[in-house]
Nanobody, 115 residues
Framework: QVQLVESGGGLVQAGGSLRLSCVAF????????MGWYRQGPGNRREFVAS???????NYADSVKGRFTISRDSDKNTVYLQMNSLKPEDTAVYYC?????????WGKGTLVTVSA
């Protein structure tokens, strides 16, 4: 079975930075799309960023210009560099790998941004 594990969450002050990582373990190769979602207090899970196998990226408007997604396909790893963090970014961040018709999710890593 495939397991995704996120890391890098923590507590930072507004304006600070964090880098999240997510690695997939198991029999998965040539992942089509890697992405990040988040769920803040009282909110539903929302899209943050994604990166396709060819390098095309997409970002939610709320994070555009502040967050950067990247991937190392050979290591089945996706990163999310988060700069200029705001309290509104506080959420559990989940990585998502799309592999053909399959979706794989991590258990999440908590990011807390203090004012």
């Amino acid at each position: 079975q495939v397991q995704l594990v996120e890391s890098g969450g923590g507590l930072v002050q507004a304006g600070g930075s964090l880098r999240l990582s997510c690695v997939a373990f198991g029999s998965i190769f040539r992942i089509n799309t890697m992405g990040w979602y988040r769920q803040g207090p009282g909110n539903r899970r929302e899209f943050v960023a994604s990166i396709a196998s060819g390098g095309q990226t997409n970002y939610a408007d709320s994070v555009k210009g502040r967050f950067t997604i990247s991937r190392d396909s050979d290591k089945n790893t996706v990163y999310l560099q988060m700069n200029s963090l705001k309290p509104e970014d506080t959420a559990v961040y989940y990585c998502n790998f799309k592999y053909y018709s399959m979706d794989y999710w991590g258990k999440g890593t908590l990011v807390t941004v203090s004012a």
